[in-house]
């Protein structure tokens, strides 16, 4: 297939792109300074040149807090967008896949969030990024993850790394769950859902929920450090505070991927070791 893979300068994009590479498909990877996504002729002209089988959306506006007090530049970005996106694809033929995220949901419930329940969005990028859902159309395929770590870009991994070499605090929340996801787990089922050209919502994480002071504990130990050098915290002490409302649970079950037969990915502490050692190497 030929593969149209925007926002391929971000760390799901740019592995989203390798994937599809590695499988032998024809990629075009396009990052902002290529197209710009928010501008429908620019979008219409890119996806008519390119003519691709597979227009996979992996940017977006993920500046959460930013988002607060930009919300014309969210909602351009991660709805807008997508607008000019679905048009592009259903006029060239191509199948849409979407990606979205677990702020779409309150965080409120106690229970894992599968594909059936009600978004409920707190804050302006969860807002946006279900607008985003809603423009992709039914006939797209829309993935939603959460806590995404990779090889490229800034991310949790990355972040706890430098504390720990730095020999700083590490003060990581207690009270937010998720379930941490690695970006080539991620790509690796979205190309699968993009071949058979599957349409409507999947939830797709590495299986496991943590906390995120859990999680830094997992990062240490798997660097080889202690991890007890980790201290829990309340999302309420945070200093400054943060401008946005965080999901209390962003735990996402896999539901539909079960449903289809589909394998789902590993537990989050298989690739978790491996990117570890490659961000140390």
Same mark, same amino acid.
């Given at each position: ?24 498909? &024809? ?44 919300? #014309? ?37 106690? #229970? ?20 985003? &859902? ?11 993850? *959460? ?6 870009? *800034? ?18 929340? *207690?009270? /937010?769950?998720?379930? $941490? ?25 590495? /299986? ?5 002071? &859990? ?24 200093? $400054? ?5 965080? $999901? ?16 789902? $990915?590993?537990?989050?502490? &298989? ?6 050692? #490659?961000?140390?190497?």
């Amino acid at each position: 297939m030929r593969v149209l893979v925007t926002g391929a300068a971000g760390q799901l994009g740019c592995d989203v792109a390798a994937q599809f590479a590695a499988s032998g498909h &024809e990629v075009v990877a396009a990052s902002r300074s290529v197209v710009d996504i928010s501008r429908r002729e620019p979008v219409l002209g890119v996806v008519g040149s390119v003519r691709p089988d597979v227009l996979v959306n992996c940017a977006a506006y993920t500046a959460v807090d930013a988002c607060e007090t930009d919300a #014309e530049r969210a909602y351009e970005v991660n709805a807008w967008a997508v607008r000019h996106l679905a048009e592009a694809a259903r006029r060239f033929d191509a199948h849409l896949c979407h990606v979205s995220t677990d702020y779409v949901f309150s965080g409120d419930k106690a #229970e894992p969030y599968h594909e059936w329940d009600q978004p409920d969005p707190r804050s302006v990028y969860g807002a946006s990024k279900l607008a985003g &859902e809603q423009e992709a159309g039914s006939a797209a395929t829309v993935v939603r993850t *959460s806590w995404l770590c990779g090889r490229q870009g *800034s991310n949790v991994v990355a972040t706890v790394l430098r504390l720990a070499a730095e020999g700083g605090p590490l003060r990581f929340v *207690s009270d /937010q769950r998720g379930s $941490p996801s690695f970006t080539s787990d991620v790509a690796a089922v979205i190309e699968r859902l993009c071949v058979d050209r599957s349409p409507g919502l999947y939830h797709v994480t590495n /299986q496991g929920d943590v906390s995120w002071y &859990e999680f830094a504990q997992e990062i240490m130990a798997a660097a080889g450090h202690d991890p007890d050098r980790v201290a829990p915290i309340k999302t309420a002490e945070l200093d $400054p505070p943060r401008a946005a409302p965080r $999901p209390a649970n962003s735990v996402l079950e896999n539901r539909a991927l079960g449903l289809a037969g589909l394998d789902l $990915p590993t537990d989050f502490r &298989e690739p978790l070791g491996r990117l570890v050692a #490659e961000l140390l190497n």
